[in-house]
């Protein structure tokens, strides 16, 4: 897809006219972000705004349709890509993302229209043992809506967040593909939470509980997990194994629950130990 980077990048219109066609077709807005994010990272918020606006109006008429998706994944590829472009740090672009990500699911943006309440009534017409057990949650005092709610915005809004880092790794590697050939490569493999990140996260996990604020517990852990999976990376590639064991890994990480939790634990212990600098040592 490099050609068609080096294609955006040679005027606004370009990149401009390609965000805003690729919002338009269903299912393309990560290519739309992706197109914003690379501009963006490149130039800045201000002469990328052109581009960010042209990926965000037809997001928005999506947005009037009912589906946040696109413009939300858009808004935070962008907030992501200023931080990132600012600070020179993907942790302190990961926890940017997913504070505003948090955000969007407490405040409802991600339910569909009518709320919650509209499509648990849906489901109960539809399956009578779904309803019997809903009466059963309701009768002993647990609040189905609320729940629902946050389900339904958490499991969207953690989607989109997922995209939304894909986008700017996409984005990312398109501009050093470009401009720094191999930089995207050493720039991940390098990604590391620093400890007072850590603590960050930790403290924000914290206050979740305290403030009953279930969205920000539910996304703190991200930045963690996209650490982890760059360890991984990053050692495979000091040890020049094959590329298989990428593929094998992703397979268990998006198949397994304890495979999550693994690399979660990693990424928690690397900040402290550095696993990266000790293989390499070794080698």
């Not at 094959?242 to 304890?258: H, K």
Request: aromatic content about 8%.
């Amino acid at each position: 897809m490099l050609p068609i980077a080096r294609w955006l990048m040679r005027g606004t219109p370009h990149a401009a006219g390609a965000a805003a066609l690729a919002a338009v077709v269903p299912w393309l807005f990560w290519l739309s972000a992706s197109v914003a994010a690379l501009v963006t990272l490149r130039r800045g918020l201000g002469p990328a705004m052109p581009v960010i606006l042209g990926a965000a109006l037809p997001s928005g008429w999506w947005w009037m349709q009912g589906d946040a998706i696109p413009l939300a994944s858009v808004l935070l590829v962008t907030l992501m890509a200023v931080v990132l472009r600012s600070r020179m740090r993907w942790s302190e672009a990961l926890i940017a993302g997913a504070l505003v990500a948090a955000g969007m699911v407490q405040l409802g943006i991600f339910l569909p229209p009518g709320g919650a309440g509209a499509l648990l009534e849906q489901v109960r017409q539809g399956s009578p043992e779904v309803e019997r057990m809903l009466t059963e949650f309701a009768d002993q005092g647990i609040a189905t809506e609320q729940i629902a709610a946050l389900l339904i915005g958490g499991i969207t809004g953690l989607i989109v967040l997922l995209a939304a880092v894909a986008c700017l790794a996409l984005a990312r590697s398109w501009q050093a593909g470009l401009y720094n050939p191999g930089g995207f490569r050493s720039e991940f493999h390098t990604l590391r939470l620093a400890p007072r990140e850590l603590v960050t996260l930790v403290v924000l996990g914290v206050i979740s509980m305290v403030l009953g604020l279930p969205a920000l517990a539910m996304f703190a852990w991200v930045p963690l997990l996209v650490a982890g999976i760059a360890l991984i990376h990053g050692i495979i590639g000091i040890k020049g194994m094959n590329g298989l064991w990428l593929v094998a890994f992703y397979v268990l990480l998006i198949t397994t629950w304890p495979m999550i939790l693994i690399v979660l634990l990693l990424a928690f212990i690397d900040t402290l130990a550095d696993f990266r600098v000790r293989v390499a040592r070794s080698d």
